[in-house]
């Protein structure tokens, strides 16, 4: 097929305005991450890369986590592990896991409507085809 | 040799860590220490799980001033909120500046607030060594200037408030400089509730 579709993101050609959508929805990611308990930064990381593509640099999630404990939404400890140093674990607070709940309804309500909105933004290129 | 040497990796390593240091420096120590120790984890956890040599290793986390500068921006607008500096209050408008035209407005009072808030200080102690040149200038009971002057004015222009120049300019320019500092460390907190109110309402 010679069309293709200009909704498709393209990989050789990161969009500046998809980058800023990613680095948006990165923020409930990590919340979402720890929602069956605590994970330290590189099985965040690993858990995002194996159920999404939203990880851009593998730095970008530190400062992330690091603020999201700042405002109370998460809190860290550092474990020993047998690797010879400590890792920092996150877990999700009360807080946190309210505002994930909260972030969740949203993000499902906003796609859900803005899906409904582009719809025919799709369709004549479907036809096309 | 299919891997580099132990040395090498290390090496690499430890640049990249002092680099991520001194870009880290506007952060408090003890967060900037804890920073650094997780990241530090992150780069020989990955090395392990992986396989890969340091440098990708390193190059997936970004630059070191890529990775600070995250740490920064949010760092520098809470801690300032609870500093005295003016630097580093100044610093964190000027931050909150190149997002939006009321952290651009509020940069530009508080430069003006401080630069007022020195001059008034600074005549102040200039005043003993100048008298003639420093007070409250007088042309036919209008203020004619306020402040230190580099030539004695001739008359009818005359200095009025004498040495009670001195604590009433030092009064007036420390007010002037707490002022702004309070207002700025307002406006800072603010900033950041608006940024959580904003998110809560979007929310709700």
Same mark, same amino acid.
């Given at each position: 097929?010679?069309?293709?579709?200009?909704?498709?993101?393209?990989?050789?050609?990161? @969009?500046?305005?998809?980058?800023?959508?990613?680095?948006?929805?990165?923020?409930?990611?990590?919340?979402?991450?720890?929602?069956?308990?605590?994970?330290?930064?590189?099985?965040?990381?690993?858990?995002?890369?194996?159920?999404?593509?939203?990880?851009?640099?593998?730095? =970008?999630?530190?400062?992330?986590?690091?603020?999201?404990?700042?405002?109370?939404?998460?809190?860290?400890?550092? /474990?020993?592990?047998?690797?010879?140093?400590?890792?920092?674990?996150?877990?999700?607070? @009360? =807080?946190?896991?309210?505002?994930?709940?909260?972030?969740? =309804?949203?993000?499902?309500?906003?796609?859900?409507?803005?899906?409904?909105?582009?719809?025919? /933004?799709?369709?004549?290129?479907?036809?096309?085809? | 040799?299919?891997?580099?040497?132990?040395?090498?990796?290390?090496?690499?390593?430890?640049?990249?860590?002092?680099?991520?240091?001194?870009?880290?420096?506007?952060?408090?120590?003890?967060?900037?220490?804890?920073?650094?120790?997780?990241?530090?984890?992150?780069?020989?956890?990955?090395?392990? &799980?992986?396989?890969?040599?340091?440098?990708?290793?390193?190059?997936?986390?970004?630059?070191?001033?890529?990775?600070?500068?995250?740490?920064?921006?949010?760092?520098?607008?809470?801690?300032?909120?609870?500093?005295?500096?003016?630097?580093?209050? &100044?610093?964190?408008?000027?931050?909150?500046?190149?997002?939006?035209?009321?952290?651009?407005?509020?940069?530009?009072?508080?430069?003006?607030?401080?630069?007022?808030?020195?001059?008034?200080?600074?005549?102040?102690?200039?005043?003993?060594?100048?008298?003639?040149?420093?007070?409250?200038?007088?042309?036919?009971?209008?203020?004619?200037?306020?402040?230190?002057?580099?030539?004695?004015?001739?008359?009818?222009?005359?200095?009025?408030?004498?040495?009670?120049?001195?604590?009433?300019?030092?009064?007036?320019?420390?007010?002037?400089?707490?002022?702004?500092?309070?207002?700025?460390?307002?406006?800072?907190?603010?900033?950041?509730?608006?940024?959580?109110?904003?998110?809560?309402?979007? &929310?709700?």
């Amino acid at each position: 097929m010679a069309l293709k579709r200009s909704s498709e993101p393209q990989p050789d050609q990161p @969009d500046r305005w998809e980058a800023q959508l990613r680095k948006g929805a990165l923020e409930m990611a990590a919340l979402a991450s720890l929602w069956h308990g605590r994970l330290y930064g590189l099985e965040i990381i690993r858990f995002l890369e194996s159920q999404s593509r939203l990880v851009l640099a593998e730095g =970008t999630i530190y400062p992330i986590l690091n603020r999201l404990k700042a405002e109370a939404l998460l809190t860290s400890e550092w /474990v020993e592990a047998d690797a010879g140093h400590p890792r920092k674990y996150y877990s999700l607070t @009360d =807080t946190g896991r309210e505002r994930l709940r909260l972030m969740a =309804t949203a993000w499902v309500d906003f796609s859900t409507g803005l899906t409904q909105l582009i719809e025919p /933004v799709l369709q004549p290129q479907e036809l096309l085809q | 040799m299919t891997a580099q040497t132990p040395q090498t990796a290390q090496q690499q390593i430890d640049i990249f860590l002092a680099d991520l240091r001194s870009n880290l420096a506007p952060i408090t120590l003890a967060e900037r220490e804890e920073i650094l120790r997780e990241i530090t984890a992150h780069i020989y956890d990955s090395i392990e &799980l992986t396989g890969l040599p340091a440098a990708a290793v390193l190059a997936k986390l970004g630059s070191p001033q890529q990775l600070a500068a995250g740490y920064r921006d949010s760092a520098l607008v809470r801690e300032a909120s609870y500093s005295i500096s003016p630097m580093r209050l &100044l610093r964190a408008t000027l931050r909150i500046a190149t997002k939006g035209l009321s952290g651009a407005i509020v940069f530009f009072v508080a430069l003006v607030g401080y630069i007022i808030g020195a001059s008034f200080v600074i005549a102040a102690l200039v005043k003993p060594f100048f008298p003639q040149n420093t007070g409250v200038f007088v042309l036919h009971s209008y203020i004619y200037s306020i402040g230190v002057r580099s030539t004695i004015p001739a008359q009818p222009i005359h200095e009025v408030a004498g040495f009670w120049f001195i604590p009433i300019s030092l009064a007036v320019g420390s007010a002037a400089l707490v002022f702004t500092t309070l207002a700025i460390r307002r406006f800072l907190s603010l900033s950041s509730n608006w940024q959580q109110k904003l998110i809560n309402q979007t &929310l709700s």
